[in-house]
């Protein structure tokens, strides 16, 4: 059974940065992505970053591309994002997901973590 915390969040002034963490557990070796997804009060989830599993290949949302970095350590399946120059509209719950190669969606997901950005 797939498992995934989220760790990390916090609040933070605008123009600081955080570090989130997701520590994966019982994933199958090697065949599939881990993504970060973000929800604002009032909006929809939307896409903010994914990374493949070898690392190799990664993907982020234009609002996001050159102040969010996407990694992660294969040695112990956990999933960062780091987050740089972060604004007020950073401000949401971040959830990291996994969606197997063999799958259509991201079909596992944690419980989130909080980021507020103040101005």
């Known amino acids: 059974q797939v498992q995934l915390a989220e760790s990390g969040g916090g609040l933070v002034q605008a123009g600081g940065s955080l570090r989130l963490s997701c520590a994966a557990y019982g994933l199958t070796f090697g065949n599939y992505l881990m993504g970060w997804f973000r929800q604002a009060p009032g909006k929809e989830r939307e896409f903010v970053a994914l990374?493949?599993?070898?690392?190799?290949?990664?993907n982020y949302a234009d609002s996001v591309k050159g102040r969010f970095t996407v990694s992660r350590d294969s040695a112990d399946n956990t999933l960062y994002l780091q987050m740089n120059s972060l604004k007020p509209e950073d401000t949401a719950v971040y959830y990291c997901?996994?969606?197997?190669?063999?799958?259509?969606?991201?079909?596992?997901w944690g419980q989130g973590t909080q980021v507020t950005v103040s101005s």
């Open positions: 990374i493949t599993w070898s690392g190799g290949g990664t």
């Open positions: 997901a996994v969606r197997y190669y063999s799958e259509s969606e991201f079909n596992y």
